[in-house]
């Protein structure tokens, strides 16, 4: 069983920072993508930033330039940081490791930018 262990969310004002991690643990080995997606309240699921194995990064246009996504491959652990947050950036921030054979999902934790 694999279970994805996020931490990190939290109350920010406006133009603050947060630092998101999640961490894979059981039996699991070399996840070839892990990223993060987020739900806005009362929107869909969408893709916020992914990261493979190999360092290949990609981001939504919405975060670009403010989210930075890193992984520790052998730790097994992605981060995101979010730097110049808005308001809009409110959302439940979900951690995902995947594979051909895979797919897991962390809990979601809140992020709250709002002053």
């Known amino acids: 069983q694999v279970q994805l262990v996020e931490s990190g969310g939290g109350l920010v004002q406006p133009g603050g920072s947060l630092r998101l991690s999640c961490a894979a643990s059981?039996?699991?080995?070399?996840?070839?993508?892990m990223g993060w997606y987020r739900q806005p309240p009362g929107k869909q699921r969408e893709l916020v930033a992914n990261a493979l194995i190999g360092g290949i990064t990609d981001y939504a246009d919405s975060v670009k330039d403010r989210f930075t996504i890193s992984r520790d491959n052998a730790k097994n652990t992605v981060y995101l940081r979010m730097n110049s947050l808005k308001p809009e950036d409110t959302a439940v921030y979900y951690c995902n490791a995947r594979s051909q054979m895979y797919n897991y999902w962390g809990q979601g934790t809140q992020v709250t930018v709002s002053s």
């Open positions: 059981g039996t699991i080995f070399s996840i070839p993508a």
